[in-house]
């Protein structure tokens, strides 16, 4: 049988759906024992959220002061105090648990998965390679502990259970660093939808030629209910904030619907919206090759295409 | 000595279009152009600039990999590396084996900083800088977008889901390096001359005392399911006629 521990991620208050959607994974892995590890200065909140997902079987708290900030070397040393006993340690691959989980695979010595996308059985996974351009079958020896990440958008989040997972507190006994210190931390935070939970993303390339501009993007997501999203070279350019990147680099996501505004395509862009249900395209070129993926294609100019879609959604027509 | 230490591996080249196999047995890279890993040629010119503000002394770029990775390890020197280590090794060498490699490189050189890229573009693992702080029990400072070096601290400034965030280490540490810290410099022709003179020294990876055999079984490659070309639409209107027809609006 297996047992999984899966490492909550969280603000300090809200549980982040990537854990629901771990829980997922884990739940595709037969007769698997679900355990959530909450790491918080106060996690009572997080913890409550997290035994209400289903298939959760047990809910760690780990209270301490020091997990005020998630800070992988503070983390990892307290992951490995608990993972004894577990066939399995799971984080979301957010950048949460990309920077946490290896830290922990070389403490407790074992081989990590990193974007598991499917898990075929408790030692058979599939994970993509190469820009998503290879999708890779790894198996792993049975009785080696793995410790993985799984890719969000490959994944729905489990959903509430009927009745709620017991909570254990957990004290910690391993010893922990001072080495590194959380200074601060500045995003956007914006009333909009997230980019990675979102059902719909309206997202825009080099050709809005400025921040400003970006603007008619945001008016068509409010119309929309959209998050907003950028490709690599308008993030570079200052266009957008670099948490809204989406590709090989940024965020993987997969919404419903994907509306790219001048992007032309490139593979570590389409990387990152590979598993979105329905992708639009409009771009003036109409050899671009975002054309070739996209289910619905409009060759023109954006500045034009973007505020008469605003217009025809809010008038109904 | 105040030292950095930069990784570099060889990758197929970012511009490729990577295709799998017919059998499935891995991907094609016979004729294909190698490169350094983009986010290792992005550590390295961190690790120079640190080096041209005078606050470190050597720069020291390390592979391992086959004969083939020299290549790279010569661009490096070019760019403007002062030594090159070449760890050598035909074996398929996995993050916690490269981590364990470079621990014992660290050992050898006792680096303030290693600087890595934060994921390698042909495994996309995303894990051998976390690895190798772990084995060494120091910092990590990964997804770098601003590095700045304050005597024995560094403020390092990550590319986090939720914005920028900004962590204090102490040194020594590990730094993993995403795309906007800095763009690297071209590599001029007399550079290249010169690079050739300086010294690159060749390890046996079977001599360094680490396992190198793979926990992980890849057992079958596979193109990813293909999205297929959809329909054009001639207007705005036709548009947003689509997705309604999709139920999408
Ligand atoms: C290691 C690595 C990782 C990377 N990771 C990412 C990543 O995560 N995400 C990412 O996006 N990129 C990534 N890139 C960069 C990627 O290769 C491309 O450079 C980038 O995606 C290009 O962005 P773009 O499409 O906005 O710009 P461009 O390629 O310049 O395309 C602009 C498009 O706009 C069109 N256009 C211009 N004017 C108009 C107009 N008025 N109306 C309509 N269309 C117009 C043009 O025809 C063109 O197709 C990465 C690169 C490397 C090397
Ligand atoms: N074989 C290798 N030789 C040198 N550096 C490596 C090697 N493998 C990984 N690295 C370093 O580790 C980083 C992350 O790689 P990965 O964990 O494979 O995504 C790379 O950008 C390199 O800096």
Redesign the interface.
Known sequence: MSKILIVAEH?GAKLNPATAKCVSCAKAIADAEIVVAVFAADGAAVAAQAAAVSGVTRVLQVDHPANAHA???TL?PQVAQLAPGYSHVFGPS???G??????????L???????VMAAESAT?FRR??????????????AG?QLVATVRTASFEAAPAAAAAAPIEAVAVTAEL?T??????????RSDRPDL?TAA?VVSGGRALGSADNFKILYDLADT?GAAVGAS?AA??AGYA???LQVG??G?IIAP??YLAFGISGA??HLTGI?DAR???A?NKDSEAPI??????????DLFQ?VP??AR??SSG? | MKRILVSIKRVVDYNVRVRVKPDGSGVITDGVKMSINPFDEIALEEALRIKEKGLAEEVVVATIGPADCQQQLRTALAMGADRALHVLTDAAIEPPVAAKLLRKLVDKEQPILAILGKQAIDDDCSQTGQMLAALWGRPQATFASKVEINGDKASVTREVDAGLETLEVDLPAVITTDLRLNEPRYVKLPDIMKAKKKPLETLEAASLGVPLQSALQLLKFEAPAARSRGVMVKDAQELVDALKKKGLL
């Open positions: 603000d800070l992988a070397a990892a957010t950048t949460f990309k920077d946490l989980m290896p830290r922990v695979a070389a403490l010595d074992t081989p990590q998965l990193s974007d058979r993509p390679m190469y820009a998503g351009n290879a999708i890779v079958t790894v198996e792993v020896a080696t660093p080495h590194t210190r959380f200074v601060s931390v500045s995003g956007a990675q719909r929309l690599r993030v570079d904030p670099n948490d090989q680099t965020k419903e619907l593979i570590q590979k329905t992708i639009v409009v054309f070739e993926i996209a289910d619905i294609g409009l060759v023109g295409i008469e879609i025809l959604v027509k």
